[in-house]
């Protein structure tokens, strides 16, 4: 089975090491250099940050419709039979 990736927590440990990576830029992990993770790492943070934002709109979608269909049934219910 497929392990749950943690994004937020990944992103604040790259985060650190990004600060800290930013002292010596001539610093290399195998072919990887600062500004190559520097925009890796920025353009997680900003799919993270849009991926946060539709969820919090589709939750308020989902709310939305939930309390349409609770209307749909109060009104069924109180119908004449």
């Not at 250099?33 to 849009?50: S, T």
């Not at 308020?60 to 039979?81: C, F, I, M, Y």
């Amino acid at each position: 089975m497929a392990k749950s990736v943690k994004v937020n927590s990944t992103l604040k440990d790259a985060g650190k090491g990004h600060s800290v990576w930013k002292e010596d830029l001539n610093f290399v992990v195998g072919e990887t250099k600062f500004d190559d993770f520097a925009a890796l790492f920025n353009a997680a943070e900003g799919l993270n940050k849009d991926c946060a934002e539709e969820d919090a709109q589709l939750a308020g979608l989902k709310n939305t419709g939930d309390e349409k269909a609770r209307q749909v049934a109060r009104h069924r219910h109180s119908l004449p039979q």
